[in-house]
T-cell receptor, first 111, second 113 residues
Framework: GQNIDQPTEMTATEGAIVQINCTYQTSGFNGLFWYQQHAGEAPTFLSYNVLDGLEEKGRFSSFLSRSKGYSYLLLKELQMKDSASYLCAVRDLYNNNDMRFGAGTRLTVKP | DAGVIQSPRHEVTEMGQEVTLRCKLISGHNSLFWYRQTMMRGLELLIYFNNNVPIDDSGMPEDRFSAKMPNASFSTLKIQPSEPRDSAVYFC???????????FGEGSRLTVL
């Protein structure tokens, strides 16, 4: 089975940097994904890590440590439009490569 | 490409009625996931198809729920009979392989009175 944990809520200031952590336990790790979900909308893909290290994509970066079962999403130069829920998801090879999501972290960006 | 298309976007029904939710995959995608999202339980995986074959249905709550994929581009999720606790947003998501990212539809918001 899988356990995916992330903080429920975070608040940050416009222009700042915020790091959203995710820890997971899975029997057959096969990739970690971050999705963004604005209120009332569908989740949209942000990033994908399958090897250890940092993946950078503009203002967003995602880090993975497989040995620690740990990932984080780093958002730089925060904008008001970054206020959303951020969902960590893990693919599990031993569970037929399904994709299960954490409960999500609701980020509020304040002026 | 139009993306993943779900219908209906909103449905309000009475307890005991049958509900059918529909999903059209992105052309060329071969994996299909149905999720249910509520405030209390977040995004829960219900069932997962790969190449039209159900791979993992362990998340389907009970026998009242069933899902089919009659062809490579279309899927249905049926609830019969529906109950108030089934009220949620149901998302369909498709992917190009069984390891890549998923693309979500806009969801079907179901309210069972």
């Amino acid at each position: 089975g899988q356990n995916i944990d992330q903080p429920t809520e975070m608040t940050a200031t416009e222009g700042a940097i915020v790091q959203i952590n995710c820890t997971y336990q899975t029997s057959g790790f096969n990739g970690l994904f971050w999705y963004q979900q604005h209120a009332g909308e569908a989740p949209t893909f942000l990033s994908y890590n399958v090897l250890d290290g940092l993946e950078e994509k503009g203002r967003f970066s995602s880090f993975l440590s497989r040995s620690k079962g740990y990932s984080y999403l780093l958002l730089k130069e925060l904008q008001m439009k970054d206020s959303a829920s951020y969902l960590c998801a893990v693919r599990d090879l031993y569970n037929n490569n399904d994709m299960r999501f954490g409960a999500g972290t609701r980020l509020t960006v304040k002026p | 490409d139009a993306g993943v298309i779900q219908s209906p976007r909103h449905e309000v029904t009475e307890m005991g009625q049958e509900v059918t939710l529909r999903c059209k995959l992105i052309s060329g995608h071969n994996s299909l996931f149905w999720y249910r999202q509520t405030m209390m339980r977040g995004l829960e995986l219900l069932i997962y198809f790969n190449n039209n074959v159900p791979i993992d249905d362990s998340g389907m709550p009970e026998d009242r729920f069933s899902a089919k994929m009659p062809n490579a581009s279309f899927s249905t999720l049926k609830i019969q009979p529906s109950e108030p606790r089934d009220s949620a947003v149901y998302f369909c998501a498709s992917g190009a392989s069984n390891t890549g990212e998923l693309f979500f539809g806009e969801g079907s918001r179901l309210t069972v009175l």
